[in-house]
């Protein structure tokens, strides 16, 4: 007989029960890993605390060094490359061509390698560049142009000079005993005076000279400076017979700004400077030859620049015979045109100016302009309003008929 007692008990230890059934289901599905913890540890015994708390060792980690692959970057196409500009062949110049003697700073340098490009097929002109890349008008301790130009006159015997100097020239210069700072008044005045001189050394060797004007450049105050330095340039040049060659427009935007690329002298862009905004690459080089070519064709005797001269044609001489020249076309002053005048259309009248013929009055268009009244409608019209409607008669409807 179950008493109250009893079912007490049993409720009170049902927890314990569970939990050793729970434990014994336990310990039999692993069973079956036991031998595997025994290869594993070798002679080392199994205990309920291994299945309940497992040790560091018997927990399966993944290997540390496996890395997850990562897909391959896929090779990238190289960028074609700008078909190469065609080289010019290289002419053999002649003997006795003549001499253009480029000096000046490094810009005249690369002034040289535009104009050897200009006249690469021409054999009678050839390009000398005596340029120094650090000189100028200040540093005359370091190389003075207006005396070493006489020499090199001299030496060269050339048909014309090219002068491009100037760059290097923001810096003090010792004026007597002091140094005066770039752009001052005592500093303008020596300078202009340097520049004379070389002018007039050029001048005085009876050969004729282009004065190429300075670009702009990266730096505002660089560009600034040498905007004063082109009118001392001009004014040099012009006091000694020369010609200044103003470039600047080549190089700056339609604003007056300094621009890095540009057009070249076929109008397609390209980089003209460098990234330092100092020197020039090398279709800015061209560029500069670009706006030198013309005049020094004049000089030359050149038809055109590019041209071929014979060698035998003395300098300043027209090349090829000169065409006849075409007879001028003489303007007239155009005599103002009154818009009342009749002959502007052929006619003898103003429209209006003479009074129309009268017209005939019974005319039904002038009965219906000057009276205002309509002609009578044929009957079975579509302008027939009458009621009751009219029969149209055989007249009417052959009138009719030919209207159609």
Request: aromatic share 6%; net charge neutral.
């Amino acid at each position: 007989m179950v008493t109250v007692a009893s079912v007490w008990l049993i409720v009170r230890r049902l927890p314990i029960l569970v939990l050793a059934i729970a434990v014994l289901a336990v310990a039999g599905s692993s069973a079956f890993h036991t031998p595997a913890f025994a290869q594993e540890d070798g002679n080392r015994g199994w205990s309920l605390r291994d299945l309940l708390f497992p040790r560091r060792s018997e927990r399966i980690e993944p290997p540390a060094n496996v890395q997850p692959v990562r897909p391959k970057p896929k090779a990238r196409k190289p960028k074609p490359r700008p078909p190469a500009e065609p080289e010019a062949p290289a002419v053999e110049k002649a003997p006795d061509a003549r001499v253009v003697l480029v000096v000046g700073d490094f810009l005249a340098g690369g002034l040289a390698e535009g104009l050897e490009v200009a006249f690469a097929d021409n054999p009678a002109v050839r390009i000398v560049s005596r340029s120094n890349g650090s000189s100028g008008f200040v540093r005359d301790d370091f190389y003075n142009w207006p005396v070493e130009i006489k020499s090199l006159i001299e030496t060269e015997k050339p048909s014309v000079v090219v002068v491009m100097l100037g760059s290097n020239d923001r810096q003090q210069m010792r004026v007597g005993d002091v140094r005066e700072q770039p752009r001052s008044e005592n500093w303008t005045k020596e300078y202009e005076h340097r520049t004379d001189a070389l002018g007039k050394a050029i001048q005085d060797a009876k050969v004729p000279f282009l004065w190429v004007g300075m670009p702009a450049f990266g730096a505002a105050k660089m560009t600034s400076d040498m905007l004063a330095f082109n009118d001392i340039y001009h004014s040099a040049a012009q006091t000694h017979g020369g010609e200044f060659v103003d470039v600047w427009d080549g190089f700056v935007d339609e604003n007056g700004a300094f621009v890095t690329s540009g057009p070249d002298i076929n109008g397609q862009p390209v980089r003209l400077r460098s990234d330092d905004g100092i020197n020039v690459t090398k279709a800015g080089k061209r560029k500069l030859a670009f706006y030198t070519e013309k005049p020094l064709a004049k000089i030359l005797g050149l038809a055109a620049p590019g041209s071929v001269t014979t060698v035998s044609a003395p300098a300043g001489a027209p090349v090829e015979a000169s065409k006849p020249a075409a007879a001028p076309v003489i303007v007239d002053r155009t005599a103002p045109m009154l818009l009342s005048d009749p002959a502007l259309d052929g006619g003898t009248e103003l429209l209006g100016a003479a009074p129309p013929a009268k017209a005939d009055p019974n005319l039904p268009g002038e009965k219906l302009t000057v009276e205002g009244k309509a002609p009578v409608a044929s009957p079975g019209r579509a302008d027939d309003f009458s009621w009751p409607p009219k029969t149209p008669t055989a007249s009417s409807e052959t009138s009719t008929a030919v209207r159609r």
